[in-house]
């Protein structure tokens, strides 16, 4: 899949050509800015051709208004601390709420979500698993006449624009932002002009990994001796990321970083390290839960999942009391150094 990473301002230009021209294709709003990360901010996702006014179903006036949630899995921390925020901020705000989850498959993911519309829920509330795929689901909810409220990973603009589908909102990590604050802690560490033979274990298939790559490799473009050697599609999965790193030092014995863009990620790329009885590499990346700060694991940057499901919920409720949602909220990471370990709930 094609993940066209554009600056705001060639965005805007682009915005304002296709007004010009009556184009249907979706135009992105605005980035917000990042919160504490200097200059770096994070590109904004297109929210799809929008109609003039988002849909209420009759569910959004019940006495307590029913809330869907999916979410790709529970076997990722990450996403076990956002159930239990969408849970506890459902209960907190007068809402019923159902969390499916799809054991990362994007078909059942689908499966799961048609039969959450059936039961004509308020609003949906969407982590989808790959970004392609989960234009489909979108679609879905929009034919439903159910408002899309979306979470952690950005839906594919393209895969929404093939298939005129429009989310309201989008709230996540600023994801670039984040691969810059890695970058710049390994330039604190190793030095501005350090020898840096850097491999990534990443996942292509989703925008927000792709944000976090290139945030680090255009900060760590400031210094002139690193290089980027390699990239392994480790999957969000630790299992599948402890191999494809095992598979990135045997064939680039050379490299002496790993850049791990999710928690699973980071959590394979130091076992992996580990079982070759390597501790030579240095490991910066997304954080593994609760996975101590300490010797080659260097540092990492985390996201707060539990608030993001809560934020979300928050956010349903504001709009039924009349907000205008922001099309985009993006959060602010907190990076954890050497002899600090991430609490529960703080991951990658």
């Known amino acids: 899949m094609r993940k066209l990473i554009l600056s705001t301002s060639v965005m805007l230009v682009i915005v304002a050509a296709l007004v010009l021209s009556a184009c249907t294709v979706p ?29 209420r179903p ?64 308020c609003a949906l509330a969407f982590n989808g698993g790959k970004s392609e795929p989960a234009a489909g689901i979108v679609k879905a909810a929009n034919d439903a006449g159910v408002p899309v409220f979306t979470v952690n990973v950005i839906v594919s603009p393209e895969a929404m624009a093939d298939q005129k589908a429009w989310i309201v909102q989008y709230l996540g990590a600023n994801n670039k932002a984040g691969g810059t604050q890695a970058a710049e802690q ?27 790559d290139q945030g680090l490799e255009e900060a760590i473009a400031a210094n002139p001796n690193a290089k980027i050697v390699a990239k392994v599609d480790g ?14 030092m045997q064939g680039n014995p050379d490299i002496n970083v790993i850049f791990a863009s999710t928690g699973p990620g980071t959590y394979g790329a130091l076992q992996a390290l580990r079982s070759m009885g390597n501790d030579k590499v240095l490991v ?45 909220i993006l959060r602010p990471l907190k990076i954890f150094t050497d002899g600090q370990t991430p609490a529960p709930g703080e991951v990658g």
């Open 27 to 55: 135009a992105a709003p605005a980035a917000a800015p990042a919160a504490d990360a200097g200059s770096a901010a994070a590109e904004a996702p297109a929210q799809g051709v929008q109609p003039a006014s988002i849909p």
């Open 58 to 121: 009759a569910a959004c006036d019940a006495e307590k208004p029913f809330l869907a949630v999916s979410l790709p899995n529970m076997t990722n921390p990450y996403y076990v601390a956002m159930k239990q925020g969408f849970e506890e901020a459902a209960a907190a705000n007068g809402f019923t709420v159902e969390v499916q989850t799809g054991s990362d498959d994007d078909a059942m993911q689908l499966a799961q979500v048609q039969a959450l519309l059936e039961k004509k829920p």
């Open 235 to 248: 999957n969000v999965k630790p299992d599948d990321s402890m191999k494809v790193t095992t598979e990135l």
């Open 186 to 212: 390994v330039l604190k560490d190793l030095g501005a002009d350090a020898d840096l033979k850097i491999g990534f274990v990443t996942e292509p298939d989703e925008v927000p990994t792709v944000l976090r």
């Open 284 to 328: 910066y990346g997304f954080c593994a839960s609760e996975e101590p700060v300490t010797g080659q694991y260097k540092a990492c940057v985390s996201q707060e999942p539990y608030a993001y499901g809560q934020l979300v919920v928050e956010q349903i409720k504001a709009w039924l009391g009349g907000a205008t949602p922001e099309k985009e």
